[in-house]
Structure formats: C-alpha cells, structure tokens
C-alpha cells in the first residue's frame, strides 16, 4: 500500500524559534492535509490544500502557521514562532483519486511528527 | 456538546467477541470516516461512509443518515485489533474533518 512519509518523526525546539515540518504525500494525490493532536487530546483539523492553495483552514491555523508545495512532491508545514502551546503530535494526510477502487477517497495517514517546544 | 460523539469511551473484550463502537453526529455532513490508531501513535484509515454499509474483512461500518449515526462492527475480535477507533465526520461543502474523542479498546487472549 502507497504511504505518506513525514519527517523528522520527532522535533524539539525552543520557544520562539521556527519549524518546518515536512511531508511527502502519496504521489498523484491532489489533496493535502495537516492535523495535529495534543497530547490526551482528539486530532483537530489544522488545514487543507489543493490546487496549490489552501482550500480550507480551522481557527487554530493563524498568521504563525503556512503551508507550501514548493516541489511536486513534499508539502511543508512551518510554524514561525512556536510558542508552548504548539507541543503536539503533526499529522499529514493526502488523498485523491488514484490506486484500487475504494481508496480513490480514503485518506492516507502519514506517522506524524512529534513536535516538543521547551 | 461535542459535535461528533463517540461512545463507549473506553472497551475491554476478550478474544473472539463481536464489537460495537457508535458514533453520533450533530450536523449535515458528506462523508463520515472510520480511524484506527494504533498505540504508537499512527493513523490509519478504514473506511469513508455516505450511506449505507461498508465491509472490509472482519470490520463493518454502517450509517444512518436520517438518524446521524454511525457504527462500527469487529466480529470475531482479536488482540491485534487492540487501538483507539476515531470516528470523523466532514461537514457538507467543507474539506474540514471532525474527530471524535476515540474509542479505546482493549481485546485480551
């Protein structure tokens, strides 16, 4: 089964500094996800992507957060200035219409990046 | 009020049971998704519903529309199922995915 790759797997950093958070979605995907789970808590929806423009975007994506496809192939997560509050679990996820019939809407997870702001 | 709940919180079974997990949800949507994730943390999908029935192996997952609610059945439960069952669900018109808080469960030998 295709997989979506994310790197680093953890992250640590200090208060105020920026992070990039990298992903490689499945390729012939043409949608493209960022969530994030706190620790304890449920996954929350960050922002989607498509089109090369961010199709959609929850309240917790302000002006620190910005996304960007600077290739065809990865897709970045950048968080300008981390504050404490921005320690969670990343999640990428991609999907589209490719492979077998029934995963053309199916989404693929990648296995998150640990971010810890100290 | 959560907009998708999800019940039981938390459920032990021993090998062989067949499992519900339900989940309800408040407002329209166009799909609703089926998560398992497993104890380290990752994230796979298992289904994406907008209506009726779908079957995957020894997983089934239904939804009633009219009623807002979903389920997801495991028949002849194993260990190896042991994770956290999310269920989403994504507003009509949107991209956006509404998690649950999950269902924990736990299969013993």
């Known amino acids: 089964e295709p997989e979506v790759t994310q790197t680093p797997s953890h992250q640590v950093t200090q208060m105020g500094q920026e992070v990039i958070l990298r992903c490689v979605p499945i390729s012939n995907h043409l949608y493209f996800y960022w969530y994030r789970q706190i620790l304890g808590q449920k996954v929350e929806f960050l922002v989607s992507f498509y089109n090369n423009e961010i199709s959609e975007k929850s309240e917790i994506f302000d002006d620190q957060f910005s996304v960007e496809r600077p290739d065809g192939s990865n897709f970045t997560l950048k968080i300008r200035s981390t504050k404490l509050e921005d320690s969670a679990m990343y999640f990428c996820?991609?999907?589209?219409?490719?492979?077998?019939?029934?995963?053309?809407?199916?989404?693929?997870f990648g296995s998150g990046t640990q971010l810890s702001v100290l | 009020k959560n907009e998708v709940e999800q019940s039981p919180q938390n459920l032990t079974a021993q090998e062989g049971e067949f499992i519900t997990i339900n989940c309800s949800y408040s407002v329209g949507i166009s799909a609703l998704h089926w998560l398992q994730q497993h104890p380290g943390g990752g994230i796979v999908s298992l289904f994406m519903l907008s209506s009726g029935k779908k079957k995957h192996g020894r997983l089934i997952a239904t939804i009633n529309i009219q009623e807002k609610h979903s389920s997801l059945h495991i028949t002849a439960s194993h260990p190896r199922d042991s994770a956290v069952y999310i269920c989403?669900?994504?507003?009509?018109?949107?991209?956006?995915?509404?998690f649950g808080t999950g269902t924990r469960l736990q299969v013993f030998p």
């Open positions: 989403a669900s994504m507003r009509v018109n949107t991209d956006k995915l509404i």
């Open positions: 996820a991609s999907s589209g219409l490719t492979g077998p019939e029934g995963w053309g809407e199916k989404l693929f």
